[in-house]
């Protein structure tokens, strides 16, 4: 079965520190992958997504995500964290058959002051 | 949110009562999706449409019912079958098509609760 996996619930920086927050899918053939952030009570907020190309994939807000082929990863990244940045992270994988997304359960990112 | 509206923001739904969630885009998208946002998980596919008049079932379409009479909207119906409605609502555009790569943009979301 297809799946997409984050595997850390929650994910505990200290502002200005680099922060991961990682990604891994099994879905045949060449997905389309995404990142999206969820801010309490509100929709979900578009990030970025790599389609082909450069493995890195620069998005908004300073985020960043690196495409790893061999090891079906997607993970994402942002130099140095804001308090800001404090809110749910969804990865989400698009097979290249089809429309539809599978999703991530979410990672909880918290940036302490 | 920006282009994707829902409406109400917050629903209370007693036993028993058919309810409707609103989504309306502006976006000039073709297709459209339903999700329920539960704690802990992923989103979950209820329903999506590609163009009008036409939508299909996702993975946890029972007790739910769309219509997509109109381009720009793709209301949700909650019935009385549903027997676990409570949930955070979320509604999604994109261009559409099948080798379609858009982005899938959302609405702001419905949260439903049954007293």
């Known amino acids: 079965a297809q799946s997409v996996a984050q595997p850390e619930d929650q994910v505990n920086v200290a502002e200005g520190n680099p922060l991961t927050v990682k990604c891994t899918y099994s879905?045949?053939?060449?997905?389309?992958l995404f990142w999206y952030v969820q801010y309490p009570n509100r929709g979900l907020q578009f990030l970025l997504k790599?389609?082909?190309?450069d493995n890195l994939v620069k998005g908004s807000y300073g985020f960043e995500a690196e495409f790893n082929k061999s090891q079906t990863s997607f993970h994402l990244k942002k130099p140095s964290a804001l308090v800001s940045d404090s809110a749910l992270y969804f990865c989400?994988?698009?097979?290249?058959?089809?429309?539809?997304?599978?999703w991530g359960a979410g990672t909880k990112l918290i940036i302490k002051p | 949110d920006g282009g994707i509206t829902q409406s109400p923001k917050y629903l209370f739904r007693k036993e028993g009562q058919n309810v409707t969630l609103s989504c309306e885009q502006n976006l000039n998208h073709d297709a459209m999706y339903w999700y329920r946002q539960d704690p802990g998980q992923g989103l979950r596919l209820i329903y999506y449409s590609q163009i009008v008049n036409d939508f299909q079932k996702g993975d946890i379409a029972e007790g739910y019912s769309v219509s997509r009479e109109k381009k720009e909207s793709f209301p949700l119906t909650v019935t009385s079958a549903q027997k676990n409605p409570t949930a955070f609502y979320l509604c999604a555009s994109s261009g559409g098509g099948l080798a379609d790569t858009d982005t899938q943009y959302f609405g702001p979301g419905t949260r439903l609760t049954v007293l």
């Open positions: 790599y389609i082909t190309g």
């Open positions: 879905v045949s053939g060449n997905p389309y």
């Open positions: 989400a994988v698009r097979p290249q058959r089809g429309y539809q997304l599978i």
